[in-house]
């Protein structure tokens, strides 16, 4: 689910950021009320996770979620 700021303000969220996943800007936020809120067994593995962009966050169930570097445009 992609979210503008503008839709969800989340300086008032009570999340508890954890640490982000290998120097992206993504972090996993577990199994969130919004991640338990879709109440699906075949979700039970699953983590909420959050990527952050300039204004606007991504929210994904997914079992992993990973980042690498990729190729340098113009070198």
């Known amino acids: 689910m992609l979210t503008p700021e ?3 303000d989340y300086t008032h969220d009570e999340v508890k950021w954890g640490p982000s996943i ?3 800007a ?3 936020l ?3 009320s ?3 809120s879709f109440a ?3 979700l039970a593995p699953c983590n909420h996770y959050r990527v952050m962009f300039y204004d606007e966050f991504l929210d ?3 079992e992993n ?3 690498k570097c990729g190729p340098n445009v113009g070198e």
């Open 6 to 8: 503008e839709v969800h």
């Open 22 to 24: 290998e120097q992206a």
């Open 26 to 28: 993504a972090v996993n």
């Open 30 to 32: 577990g199994t969130s």
């Open 34 to 36: 919004w991640l338990l």
């Open 40 to 42: 699906q067994q075949h």
């Open 60 to 62: 994904v169930i997914c």
């Open 65 to 67: 979620l990973s980042a």
